[in-house]
């Protein structure tokens, strides 16, 4: 799969600001995929293996998946021939199910520090657990109750929300590579004394995160409503829970990102002469 970022000049893939624009372009990926996706109800049975058991047939999985696992997976088997997980900034929920591409690999420069952070099951338990049941969450209108109709639209619409949740905070990666880059000594210390809290307050951002927010609330009005129709009509008719979308970035996606940057640079020393 092709990348967004421009990965083939490391000092632009390490410039802060460009990273901050690729997540901040990112922001619009997700509130459209969510807006998508709640247009279904929460249909829990799609995250249930025993309400709904998919035989997975491939030995590297559980007998009886999830609906949304099966397709996730399958999704992941099917993107890894075309060497999606080749990028740097892809990561796989299901990485026992990836193939070997069918196309030649492409040779990325080496931007990251080598890393084994991968964050994907914890985004997928909240996703599941916090943001999809705000955000299905019925505001103002009747219960929709399950529509069995419409597992399959649901669970596309959910793979689509996390893999692009998956890449925003994944991009820690980036962004702590180059503010290590900026500040090496002090991250080394850091580093060296295994002082996560300390590495936490340092790559934290308090002004740049509530920039985040205020934008977000923002987008998830706009995108939410539609500009031919009156604020009054509007207002009834929003298409996401704004606060859920500011929640999932407060509650998930900001805390998320940082567990990955202090973690990225947990391991940043290893073979080097730092280490
Ligand atoms: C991503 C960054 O690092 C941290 C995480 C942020 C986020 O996830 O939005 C914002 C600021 C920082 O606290 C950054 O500095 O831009």
Same mark, same amino acid.
């Given at each position: 799969m092709d990348t967004a970022l421009d990965l083939s000049n490391p000092e632009g893939a390490l410039d802060l600001d460009n990273i901050r624009f690729q997540l901040i372009r990112l922001e619009d990926t997700i509130t459209f995929h969510l807006i998508e996706r709640v247009?279904?109800?929460?249909?829990a049975a799609i995250y249930d293996p025993d309400k709904l058991p998919i035989p +997975?047939?491939?030995?590297?999985?559980?007998?009886n998946l999830s609906l949304a696992d099966y397709m996730l997976s399958e999704t992941e088997r099917l993107h890894s021939l075309v060497r999606?997980?080749?990028?740097?900034d892809e990561h796989p929920f299901?990485?026992?199910v990836l193939q070997r591409p069918i196309m030649q690999p492409i040779k990325y420069p080496?931007?990251?520090?080598?890393n084994n952070v991968n964050v994907n099951s914890t985004i997928k338990d909240k996703y599941i657990t916090e943001i999809l049941p705000e955000a299905c969450r019925?505001?103002?209108?009747?219960d929709r109750g =399950?529509?069995? =109709?419409n597992y399959g639209s649901a669970a596309c619409c959910d793979i689509a929300c996390l893999q692009a949740l998956s890449r925003r905070i994944h991009f820690g990666k980036f962004v702590a590579e180059s503010k290590f880059r900026k500040e090496t000594e002090r991250f080394v210390k850091l580093i060296k004394a295994v002082d996560r809290q300390g590495i936490d307050e340092a790559i934290t951002n308090a002004a740049v995160e509530k920039k985040v927010l205020e934008r977000l609330r923002l987008k998830a009005k706009t995108y939410g409503t539609?500009? +031919?129709?009156s604020a009054a009509v509007n207002d009834r008719k929003e298409k996401i829970n704004i606060e859920a979308v500011v929640k999932m970035y407060a509650q998930v996606v900001i805390p998320l990102t940082k567990v990955v940057e202090v973690e990225y640079l947990i391991q940043r020393l290893k073979g080097t002469e730092w280490e």
């Open positions: 247009q279904f109800p929460l249909n +997975s047939y491939n030995l590297a999985l559980p007998p999606r997980y080749d990028a740097p299901f990485p026992q080496t931007i990251l520090h080598p019925d505001f103002g209108r009747t =399950e529509t069995k =109709e539609d500009p +031919s129709l």
